[in-house]
């Protein structure tokens, strides 16, 4: 099994650059030991150039992003911005995105599609907004197939599908983690389109982690029995000592 891939999503936060700096100079002091496993982080766009001149080793990652690069669309980041400030990580149709900006499977397809034939390795967000018994929701393979439909298959060694069922995420009210069972069947079902898309040699080498309530106290499930090869983390992200623990624990896990 890979390193797990461990991605701070912090979302809108925090609310200062000078908060940004000293959050991720934290984290990248407390990993510096852990070789098991790799750390990326999504700060707000406006704070990826401030955190990549503090530290140039920093694996950073945008939120969001453009699928033009550049041109009249007021408000957007575009891809090729990203290159000045070392960004190599795009997440794309987070579940926040698609219910609070409207982002539909093309838009998040354009997007899937313009990241990947620039370089970037893609975080691609599925999920669905209801749990359904224990039965993976058939719009979580909607959602993926939609989004890497025409994608040519060697570039799917950049692409990493993080399954967040949306009611697992911390801020859903009566929000709890998804179970490790769930997430190896979320896993399976994952492979498995990917599969009867792309062969198994190029869906082998997609990553699959998992997001939703992540804490200190549950990755180690998450990466251990539930198969997930990381994770994306929110909340528990912009606690510096609780994200180290997280890192520290999903190294050890796979081993
Ligand atoms: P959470 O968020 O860890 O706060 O649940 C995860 C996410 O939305 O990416």
Request: proline share 4%; hydrophobic share 45%.
């Amino acid at each position: 099994m890979r390193a797990p891939l461990i991605i701070a999503n912090w979302k809108m936060n925090p609310a200062t650059r000078r908060e940004a700096v000293s959050l991720a100079s934290r984290v990248r002091t407390g990993i510096q030991k852990i070789r098991s496993a790799a750390v990326v982080i999504a700060p707000p766009a406006l704070f990826l150039e401030a955190l990549h001149s503090a530290d140039k080793k920093l694996k950073l990652c945008a939120q969001d992003i453009f699928w033009e690069a550049a041109g009249p669309y007021t408000g957007a980041v575009s891809w090729r911005h990203l290159n000045d400030f070392g960004v190599r990580y795009v997440i794309i149709g987070h579940s926040e995105r698609r219910i609070y900006f409207g982002e539909t499977d093309e838009m998040v397809h354009k997007k899937l599609s313009a990241v990947l034939l620039h370089g970037f390795t893609a975080v691609l967000c599925v999920g669905e907004r209801e749990r359904q018994e224990n039965e993976i929701a058939p719009i979580v393979g909607e959602q993926l197939l939609r989004a890497v439909r025409d994608i040519p298959p060697r570039f799917l060694k950049k692409l990493v599908v993080a399954y967040e069922p949306v009611w697992a995420i911390s801020t859903n009210p009566g929000a709890k983690p998804d179970t490790s069972e769930n997430a190896f069947r979320a896993r399976v079902f994952i492979k498995k389109v990917l599969t009867k898309m792309f062969g198994n040699t190029a869906a082998g080498n997609v990553r699959i982690i998992y997001g939703g309530s992540v804490k200190s106290g549950n990755i180690a499930s998450f990466i251990r029995d539930g198969k997930m090869e990381g994770a994306l983390v929110g909340r528990a992200s912009l606690d510096a000592e609780e994200f180290i623990r997280i890192v520290a624990i999903a190294g050890r896990a796979v081993h």
